[in-house]
């Protein structure tokens, strides 16, 4: 049975429709089940899917005359959402026409017209930006809000535990994902009034919503292997994923001078070297890219702009498991269920 088909922003990323058409080809490749509506310059896409013949049964192709770029401002971007290759692919998740949307564009303009156009979740105030981020466990954990919300109350947090919650139980198959707040420390004193308060309201309710909750987390701990889920506010979030980034960068490019360094490093890179292709796939950025906006009516997935063919690829997979999985109805359902457990279902506001 076909999965329903994925609207992808073929001209969004560093290197546009090349690389989007080449990584819902890889997709296709690796899940036959796959379908795709390609949004973008009819001409353009048409070139390059010539590289990938098996791809053409599978895809409708709709025109888009325009382009959000990366300097644009969100409020710039939403004027154009009628004729934008990014507004495109969200209006087809909107109107029915795929099941979710796929672009590696501009990241606030992508957040502002999904929440648009999709709106929230009855009982979610905001949706957050949530990604998967390498550990030394058994998987990779979710991360949440990473930059979608600035400021986050105490509400917005135990939302984002919920939502992050479901994400985890499908992306990696846990029955009770482990939840935590990130936190200046690990004690119970620490932290804002905001974080004191969702770490209560978490400890009350979440044994009842299939997830435990850890308390507090710092930062030097994320990737340890002992949670499954970090909830933060997207100021907090941003900066912490980008130093996690930027780590990974400096001791891939650190390994990478000292092996070139003499002829005896080069030996001994030679000697090391299958424990070095383990480091370098396990902190490939590819191999964790695909961001979701988690909350809204539909799913709407974020790849990194200079991601390659195989990153594209990995964040079409997510939205394709996302949908599969039903994460929305997921979501809904805890919601609903957080009524029964002594906290009122939030009332959407305006």
């Known amino acids: 049975m076909m999965l329903p088909r994925i609207a992808v922003d073929a001209m969004g990323g560093d ?34 899917m010539s590289a990938h013949r098996g791809l053409a049964a599978q895809c409708e192709i709709r025109h888009a005359d325009d382009v959000v770029t990366g300097e644009e401002r969100p409020t710039q971007a939403l004027r154009r959402a009628r004729t934008t290759s990014m507004g495109l692919a969200i209006d087809a998740v909107k109107q029915g026409d795929a099941g979710a949307a796929v672009s590696a ?26 990604a998967l981020v390498p550990t030394l466990g058994d998987h990779d954990l979710v991360m949440l809000d990473l930059g979608a919300n600035t400021a986050c109350d105490a509400r917005n947090l135990v939302q984002f535990a919920i939502m992050g ?13 482990r939840v935590r707040l990130l936190n200046i420390g690990s004690e119970d004193n620490k932290g804002t009034g905001d974080l004191r308060d969702a770490a209560a309201q978490l400890k009350a309710v979440a044994s009842a919503l299939a997830f435990s909750f850890d308390g507090f987390i710092e930062a030097d701990k ?11 506010d997207g100021f907090s979030g941003n900066i912490a994923i980008k130093a996690m980034e930027g780590a990974a960068r400096f001791v891939t490019d650190l390994l990478r001078r000292s092996f070139s360094s003499s002829l005896r490093s080069k030996f001994g890179f030679l000697i090391s070297r299958p424990a070095t292709e383990l480091l370098r796939h396990h902190l490939d950025p590819d191999n964790h890219n695909g961001a979701l906006f988690v909350g809204l009516n ?3 997935v974020k790849s990194h702009g200079g991601a390659s063919a195989r990153g594209v690829a990995h964040a079409i997979e997510i939205a394709a498991r996302l949908l599969e999985d039903n994460l929305t109805t997921r979501i809904a359902a805890d919601l609903a269920d957080l009524g029964t457990v002594g906290m009122p279902v939030p009332e959407q506001r305006a």
Request: charged residues 15%.
């Open 298 to 300: 539909g799913i709407v």
């Open 105 to 130: 564009g501009n990241t606030g303009a992508l957040m502002a017209m999904a929440k648009l156009a999709l709106r929230t979740l009855p009982g979610i105030d905001r949706p957050a930006l949530a």
């Open 15 to 48: 290197e546009g429709v090349r690389v989007m058409v080449a990584g819902a080809a890889l997709a296709h490749a690796r899940n036959p089940r796959l379908n795709f509506l390609m949004v973008g310059d009819q001409a353009q896409v048409l070139a390059a």
């Open 222 to 232: 994320v990737s340890r292997g002992d949670v499954d889920v970090v909830v933060t």
């Open 165 to 177: 919650a479901a994400y985890a139980r499908i992306v990696n198959g846990l029955g009770s994902p």
